[in-house]
């Protein structure tokens, strides 16, 4: 498939754009997986703990392999405890509590492998060099990794994390009425796996936002669109999460979800949709990241984007009965295609 460009290919220092891919999936262990990333792109293998690794100094920068559950890794707290270090006695009891919880930790990740995704964290790649990230995509598969669609029991998912352009806010307003408008047509097209539709983690975004958001005369500073989508959105999971770019943004402001533990402040969209389809021949970052540049072009075309706002609040405002027999005739299509799928 051939890479599309985005209408805006530079960011704010007049540099490449990059983005961060976060890819679960099963079948196999971080240990392999974390050889086949340095097998294929070089960098040095840092074992942190038995079940995450880090493979440090590629092309791109360090990469991220750990099996997806906080109970599989030491937790860091325990080795910064300054009680442990008064005397010879509280030391040598520290070092045994430590010793007992890794190796616990190291059985709980054993017993889970196979159970949880293992996660790859990709560093940020130039948007034109996503061609070469899938030779690892297909690697994966030829080793025996499976994406969403190899069992009932999986809801692993695809997220990218597009660097923004710039920070106006009308340029994310934009980015946010595009995405809306195209929500549905995103899932539609890739065909949201009806066990990531049950799980939170990519929920879409409450109908009394969109409303608000797409009205013709909803016009904030970044101060008022951010505390909109923090009084309608008081959460990670949602299909488009914007909390890390706002984190960034507005790193005194006083929301707790802005200083969360697994709200990473960056300066990028945080777009969690797209099924994991690592079973797939032929998918991987580019397919989903040419869908998202659909939602670029339309935020670019202010005219079209404007129009498509005004139907879709024109759409909204017809009968109800005539929207539910819509959206229930949807649902039925996607049941069928799921069950098809996991025959």
Excluded at 221 to 226: P, S, V
């Amino acid at each position: 498939m051939t890479l599309q460009a985005p209408p805006n290919r530079l960011n704010s220092h007049g540099k490449n754009r990059h983005v961060g891919v976060e890819i679960e999936f099963a079948g196999l262990p971080p240990s392999d997986t974390a050889l086949i990333v340095r097998d294929l792109f070089g960098g040095e293998l840092n074992v942190v703990s038995p079940h995450r690794l880090l493979v440090e100094a590629t092309r791109w920068g360090q990469f991220g392999i750990e099996l997806d559950t906080q109970y599989a890794h030491p937790d860091q707290s325990l080795f910064e405890d300054p009680s442990a270090l008064d005397n010879e006695w509280t030391r040598h009891r520290q070092q045994r509590r430590i010793e007992f919880h890794q190796k616990t930790r190291e059985l709980i990740g054993d017993m889970v492998t196979g159970l949880v995704p293992t996660e790859i964290v990709v560093p940020p790649v130039p948007w034109n060099e996503l061609e070469a990230l899938d030779t690892l995509f297909e690697t994966l598969r030829k080793h025996g990794a499976k994406g969403t669609d190899a069992s009932l029991m999986y809801g692993f998912g695809l997220h990218l994390n597009p660097e923004v352009a710039h920070f106006d806010v009308g340029y994310l307003l934009a980015m946010l009425r595009a995405y809306m408008l195209l929500a549905s047509w995103l899932r539609d097209d890739i065909k949201i796996d009806i066990t990531r539709e049950i799980l939170p983690h990519a929920n879409p975004f409450p109908k009394e936002y969109v409303l608000k958001v797409l009205d013709s005369h909803y016009s904030p500073d970044l101060d008022t669109l951010i505390n909109d989508y923090l009084h309608y959105n008081p959460t990670r999971n949602r299909e488009l999460d914007m909390l890390p770019l706002f984190a960034y943004l507005r790193p005194a402001h006083p929301h707790a979800l802005l200083h969360a533990k697994l709200t990473k402040s960056r300066p990028t969209f945080h777009y969690r949709l797209p099924n994991a389809q690592l079973s797939q021949p032929g998918w991987g970052s580019v397919v989903e990241w040419n869908r998202w540049v659909e939602v670029e072009k339309l935020a670019a075309n202010a005219e079209v984007l404007l129009a498509r706002c005004a139907e879709y609040i024109a759409d909204q405002n017809r009968p109800l009965l005539t929207r539910v027999k819509a959206k229930l005739a949807r649902g039925s299509k996607k049941l069928g295609h799921w069950l098809r799928r996991k025959r």
